[in-house]
């Protein structure tokens, strides 16, 4: 069964630091896309970063650009999503999604146009 499990999310003062961490099992990860997308308290899903299968091409959210990186170990099936100068914006549940063919523009923000979606780890920025 497609699975995909996130990790690493907790409560940290802005300008601080974390790692998440996505494993995934049930399909080829080196296949996939992978993405991080978040949704903040009362607001839609946004897209935080984007990496190919063989982690070549990354994408980030003018948000994150120059905070966050986006890395994969496919031999670890995992994929993270390093954020250092965190501010309370960050806040938010991350999810963790996956697809074979690439997915862009408004269809990022639908789950159902992903082949595998993770149940989310939550970060709180905050002092």
């Known amino acids: 069964q497609v699975q995909l499990v996130e990790s690493g999310g907790e409560s940290v003062q802005p300008g601080g630091s974390l790692r998440l961490s996505c494993v995934g099992s049930?399909?080829?990860?080196?296949?996939?896309?992978m993405y991080w997308v978040r949704q903040a308290p009362g607001k839609g899903l946004a897209i935080v970063s984007t990496?190919?299968?063989?982690?070549?091409?990354?994408t980030y959210a003018d948000s994150v650009k120059g905070r966050f990186t986006v890395s994969r170990d496919n031999t670890k099936n995992t994929v993270y999503l390093q954020m250092n100068s965190l501010k309370p914006e960050d806040t938010a549940m991350y999810y963790c999604?996956?697809?074979?063919?690439?997915?862009?523009?408004?269809?990022?923000?639908?789950?159902?146009?992903?082949?595998?979606w993770g149940q989310g780890t939550q970060v709180i920025v905050s002092s």
């Open positions: 990496i190919k299968s063989d982690g070549g091409t990354t």
């Open positions: 999604a996956g697809s074979y063919f690439q997915v862009y523009g408004g269809d990022l923000l639908d789950p159902r146009n992903f082949d595998a």
């Open positions: 049930g399909f080829t990860f080196s296949n996939y896309w």
